[in-house]
């Protein structure tokens, strides 16, 4: 059959869905080349006149009946429709069986199979796949599953209400839209755990792994804890199944999915020991595991009507993981860390072709709009509600969403009701931060004339794909103003720009203050504060707030490296003396210090430069920075060997902040070292590595400095049988390699038969690695760019999702040089013009070709 043409999907184009399902039956009979699925749903019209509509694709159907009537029907390739005047007047009884070949799903959407085990990828609409089905989120229903398979372990939504060799049954009493629907049969293994609610319920914990991990699940487990004693503490969210599984699958296209009382997650999400997991992962696994069972409120309980509203749970849900990590761990540090990704992902994405609202009004595929701008800026349109209506309206707006909405399939409109009903602020202005793209620009002038100090702000947002007109937005910038000798003489302020421009008045103070601007990085916008070096290195010295006083070090740092590109000066003195003062002050958290002292990274300086309106040359970037680290790993190299000495830690390994905040500094320290001792000390940090942490850091030093041939070696052959690890081993290489080094070494690496690249985690490790390596990637010959694409036209046929989303590699094309544009779009061309290109990869490719 012939596929229809991919369609644009409309948010004005909503209508609600016909009918209502009371109840859903289904029975899996597993078997790899074909599985068979039985339904039955009864349906009950809402509305006269109305056809039934069933979403199915790839499904052989062996029989469908109503009311017990066989029917004849043909599906074509998106699913079936029963005309009304072939269906009853009342409720119905729908009732099907399909066949579906598990081992042939390469996509890893819908049942698949990975590593000998069956599991499923429901979210968006992976359901259709399973059977025919209204799947869209707006339709919900209690699940009743039976698992036949001849597998040990077989598992479904909800609790178990009985089983025996063979099978299983399952029952979920909270109704839940499809995407929510999971399934798992294997050969697992537990690692358990129980939690007795605040009310009293008490909750069987599982961690499902494949046998001889189980080893590696007591952190997955422990966070999982955590998780669900802060949801109780902080939000007043109790869980509610006697059951909370979380399965750990090897092939999965994205990080984990939160279906209800069956999490599936990513493994290199769940196993964690010290000798394989870097601290990184460990604080990764803390967050994605609190993220996924955080969504049992914020998007289970109270779902999406459609997907436009992914932001609604998935911005919420960012929201809440990174408060979480923040209590755990260091809020300072978390803010830091979190703007460092929303610059680096979603500030580039609004930037460029592929920049859309936080709430999209268009679509063709959904899975290419799980992006950066829905989470990480979805997340700050939270904090900065939040900031606007203080901590206690928050928790009032909450309280009532909850209230309000459990149970339901709300929409942007519900949320922002509950905050303007519970505060009785007006949010119309705010709702654009919605409904618009792109990245603010706020500019800040100061003026200081008889004891009154003005400042005076402006916003911008520029035009983005297919919205060349914008209006202002309400934007909350948090200020303090410090006086001379450093105290604070005005605390934390929340200034509400509403205009494109507005004055803020400060009087009575006694000499001209220094202004800290966007405290804990207050909106998500690019600010244009002229400063020059010495008020920003006062900043870095004084401040209270710890964001600006770091984002004062790197706003330092990225002046002193612009100019190092395009003029070829010297690192000036003053910076590097302040990061001299970071270095040596010991009051300061280590992982602040190692923060503050990493340099800004050369994708960032490509877009600082293209902003500034010039062509950033990524090989100048790249030898910039190289001189900008030996400058100032010669002037501090008196301190580091002591330093990185003092940092050594004995005793057993601890995976807490205060233990990886020391080994973040002293793998710092270890890099600027590596810088001028020729790999000495990276050599002694390999020899006396115990952790995964500090093997890898010394392992990139080594590559840098040329080295580190033997140690490679030895390290595969240690690991050779270790999946997560070795992804490491790839993309350290590559991540490495010296810019006109990258694209061979990726070459190389992808020809080994240790290269499995329909496993999404592998060949993100390869390609991927290769994709950030930014003077690599965008060598002048256009290698990179060739090699990229060609591995693009391969995956596309077997997995559409990750070949997609690994295609927002070209999606900065507009910052570089003639040449370098032309041999992107050539790639970008030839992807498009690839005979059954994916409906995912020529959305993209379209919307970056423009
Ligand atoms: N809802 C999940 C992310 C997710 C989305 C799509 C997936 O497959 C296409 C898988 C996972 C989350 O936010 O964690
Ligand atoms: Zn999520």
Redesign the pocket.
Known sequence: MQDAAPQTIHLADYRPYPFRLDEVDLTFRLAPGATRVLSRIRFVPLEAGADLWLDGEGLRLISARIDGTALAISPDSTGLRIPATALPSGPFLWEAEVEIAPQANTAL?GLYMSGGMYCT?C??E?FRKITFYPDRPDVMAPFRVRVEGDMPVLLSNGNLLAEGPGWADWFDPWPKPAYLFALVAGDLRAHSGRFTTRSGRDVALNIWVRPGDEGRCDWALQSLIRSMEWDEQVYGREYDLDIFNIVAVDD???????NKGLNIFNSKLVLASPETATDTDYERIEA?IA??YF?NWT?NRITCRDWFQLCL??GL?VYRDQQFTGDMRSHAVKRIEDVLVLRARQFREDAGPLAHPVRPESFVEI?NF?TATV?EKGAELIGMLRRLVGNEGYARALDLYFSRHDGQACTIEDWLKVFEDATGRDLTQFKRWYEQAGTPRVSVREDWRDGRFTLTLSQHLPATPGQPEKRPLHIPVAVGLLGPNGDEVVPTTILELTEVEQQFVFDGLAARPIPSILRDFSAPVILDHPQDDAARAFVLAHDTDPFTRWEAGRALSKQVLARMITEGTSPAADWLDGMARVLRDDTLDPAFRALALRLPGEDDMAQTLHDAGLVPDPDRIHRARTRMAETLARHLSADLPSLWASLRQSGPFSPTAEAAGARALRNTVLALLNRIDDGRHAAAAWAEASTMTDRIAALGCLIESGRGTAELAEFASQWAHDRLVMDKWFAVQISHAKPDLAVETTARLASRPDFDWKNPNRFRAVIGALAANHAGFHQGDGSGYRLVADWLIRLDPVNP?TAARMSTAFETLARYDADRQDLIREELARLQVTPGLSRDLSEMTARMLG
């Open positions: 959407e990828q979210e968006a992976g999965f296209n994205m990080g984990a999915m939160e994605v993220h996924e969504h998007g749970k998935e849900t899975n799980y989470y999702q």
